[in-house]
């Protein structure tokens, strides 16, 4: 099986910066090789929406366009980890953001089969 851990969430002001990190593990893990690592992000009310997308090995990377600009995604192969560094936040960025693992790729939550338990951020005005 296969574990992600997210962490790094908290309570900012508009403006602020904050970096949340996911740390894979499990035996299976090894073969994330060819996997992307995703972080989404759900509001209350709203559905899961992708934010910020990379491939483990060759590190391209996408974004949602309300996050481009603003969000960095990157990779640590030697600790296991994807990072999601956060600029300029805006209320609207308060959200649960999960990290995400997926053979498939893509943007869709159902491409994705491992996530993780989420971690609340929360920007004020």
């Known amino acids: 099986q296969v574990q992600l851990v997210e962490s790094g969430g908290g309570l900012v002001q508009a403006g602020d910066s904050l970096r949340l990190s996911c740390a894979a593990s499990?035996?299976?893990?090894?073969?994330?090789?060819?996997?992307?690592m995703a972080w989404f992000r759900q509001a209350p009310g709203k559905e899961r929406a992708f934010v910020s997308g990379i491939r483990w090995t060759v590190g391209t990377t996408d974004y949602a366009d309300s996050v481009k600009g603003r969000f960095t995604i990157s990779r640590d192969n030697a600790k296991n980890t994807v990072n999601l560094q956060m600029n300029s936040l805006k209320p609207e960025d308060t959200a649960v953001y999960y990290c995400?693992?997926?053979?498939?790729?893509?943007?869709?939550?159902?491409?994705?089969?491992?996530w993780g338990q989420g971690t609340q951020v929360t920007v004020s005005s």
């Open positions: 995400a693992a997926s053979s498939r790729g893509g943007t869709s939550p159902g491409n994705y089969v491992y």
């Open positions: 499990g035996r299976t893990f090894s073969r994330f090789s060819n996997y992307k």
